[in-house]
C-alpha cells in the first residue's frame, strides 16, 4: 500500500456515543498493523449520497485503500489483515481460528450485547418478559466466554484482529459492574485495551470528536 489509508467517520456524534463509534476498531488496527493512514469527517445528521455511495446503510466509518472503498468492520480488519501478520496469522490453522472468531464476536457476541444495550439506551427497567430476555442472553453469552478466556490469553494464539472485534464487543460493559461477575472476560478485556495501540487510537477517536464539540 503505497499510499496512506483512508478512514471515514462522522464529524460528530451524540456524546453518550463517543468512544464507541466503530472507527475505532479500524483505528486500532492500523496502529496494531502500523499502517499509515489518515482520518476524514462525513456529517452526521444528513446522509447524503456520497455518503451512501459508500456505505447503504448511512453508518460509518469505511476504508478507501486506493479505489477500493469497504465498509462493516469485519469486512475491514479482514483486508486489513492481508497486509499484516499481527492482525491475521500466516499459518492456516491460527488463520482459521481468528477468522472463526472474528464472525463469533460480530454475530454470537454483538448480536446478544446491542439489544442489551440499545434497551439500556431506552431506560428499559427490563421487568418485562422482553427485558427480562435481553438479560438471560446477554448473561449466557457472557458465561459461555468466561471458559474460553480463563484458559487463553488470546483467542487465537497470538493477539489478532479477532482480539480487536472481541474486546470491543465486551467494552459496552465499560460503565457498568456487569464485567465483575466474569473475571476472565474481565481481566481478557484488560489486557487488549491496555497496550499503546489500543491507547493511542481511542485517544485519536475521542479527540476527533472533541475537536467537533469545540
Known amino acids: 500500500m503505497a499510499a496512506p489509508l483512508v478512514v471515514t467517520t462522522f464529524e ?13 476498531r479500524v483505528r486500532w488496527a492500523l496502529e496494531e ?17 456520497e455518503h451512501l455511495a459508500h456505505q447503504p446503510f448511512g453508518q460509518v466509518p469505511w476504508l478507501m485503500d486506493g479505489d477500493l472503498s469497504l465498509f462493516e468492520t469485519g469486512a475491514i480488519l479482514l483486508h486489513l489483515g492481508e497486509h499484516s501478520p499481527r492482525l491475521l496469522p500466516r499459518d492456516p490453522r491460527r488463520r482459521s481460528q481468528a477468522v472463526q472468531w472474528m464472525f463469533a464476536s460480530l454475530n454470537s457476541l454483538e448480536l446478544a450485547f446491542i439489544p442489551w444495550l440499545m434497551a439500556v439506551f431506552a431506560k ?17 453469552r457472557l458465561s459461555e466466554l468466561e471458559p474460553v478466556l480463563a484458559e487463553r490469553e488470546w483467542l487465537a494464539g497470538d493477539f489478532s484482529a479477532a482480539d480487536i472485534l472481541a474486546a470491543d464487543a465486551l467494552r459496552v460493559f465499560d460503565r ?13 478485556l484488560a489486557r487488549a485495551t491496555t497496550p499503546p495501540p489500543f491507547v493511542k487510537a481511542h485517544a485519536d477517536h475521542t479527540a476527533h470528536f472533541a475537536r467537533a464539540q469545540g
Not at 489518515?38 to 445528521?45: D, L, T
Not at 428499559?124 to 449466557?140: C, E, K, V, W
Not at 457498568?176 to 481478557?188: K, Q, R, V
Open 124 to 140: 428499559d427497567d427490563f421487568t418485562s418478559p422482553g427485558g427480562r430476555s435481553l438479560i438471560a442472553f446477554r448473561d449466557r
Open 176 to 188: 457498568t459492574d456487569i464485567l465483575a461477575g466474569y473475571p476472565a472476560c474481565a481481566a481478557y
Open 12 to 24: 460528530r456524534v451524540p456524546e453518550f456515543a463517543q468512544g464507541y463509534v466503530r472507527d475505532l
Open 33 to 49: 498493523a502500523g499502517l499509515p493512514y489518515r482520518v476524514e469527517s462525513i456529517p452526521f445528521g444528513e446522509r447524503r449520497p
